[in-house]
């Protein structure tokens, strides 16, 4: 039942790949507290008009963003010790990254709205998110960085 969730989080996390190239070698900072804030406003405001509980939202949101830069320091690392892994291509961070982020902000509030009910249920939830946790790591062949990711946004998958 959570498995098109966790897909989407895993579409995010993977988004930070991209974010990463767009910000390496650059003097962006991975942390930008402004964009941050404005992620979280437009995911609250949009929560209120589904009738999704926005702080639980904004808390899911949060938790994703964690991944995200959790995910852009790992291969900050990674492309340090193998400047040969640093992708070719610097994705356009405005037009091209945010934007793809925002289209995944519309399809996960979607299904968080979806799976509402199943997400209060503490103990299910957390038994669904667990199993698949486990399986997206395998479908998705996630390595180690973007599995400690995922289970870092996973965190916040039960409200
Ligand atoms: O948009 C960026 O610059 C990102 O790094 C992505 C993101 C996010 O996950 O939405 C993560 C970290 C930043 O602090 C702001 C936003």
């Not at 941050?36 to 899911?60: H, I, K, N, W, Y």
């Not at 709205?113 to 998110?129: F, G, Y």
């Amino acid at each position: 039942p959570l498995g098109e969730l966790t897909d989407l989080m895993v579409r995010r996390i993977r988004a930070g790949d991209l974010v990463a190239a767009a910000k390496f070698g650059t003097p962006r900072p991975i942390d930008d507290p402004v964009r941050e804030r404005q992620v979280l406003e437009d995911v609250r405001t949009r929560s209120v008009a589904m009738g999704l509980d926005p702080e639980s939202a904004v808390r899911f949101f949060r938790a994703q963003i964690e991944a995200n830069k959790a995910v852009q320091r790992g291969l900050y690392v990674r492309w340090t010790r193998h400047p040969d892994e640093v992708p070719d291509e610097r994705p356009d961070l405005l037009t091209d990254v945010r934007r793809r982020l925002d289209g995944l902000t519309t399809e996960i509030l979607v299904d968080l709205k979806e799976t509402e009910q199943l997400r209060r249920s503490v103990v299910s939830c957390e038994v669904q998110a667990k199993l698949a946790e486990r399986s997206a790591a395998v479908v998705h062949h996630l390595d180690e960085v973007h599995e400690d990711a995922l289970a870092r946004a996973m965190r916040a998958v039960c409200s």
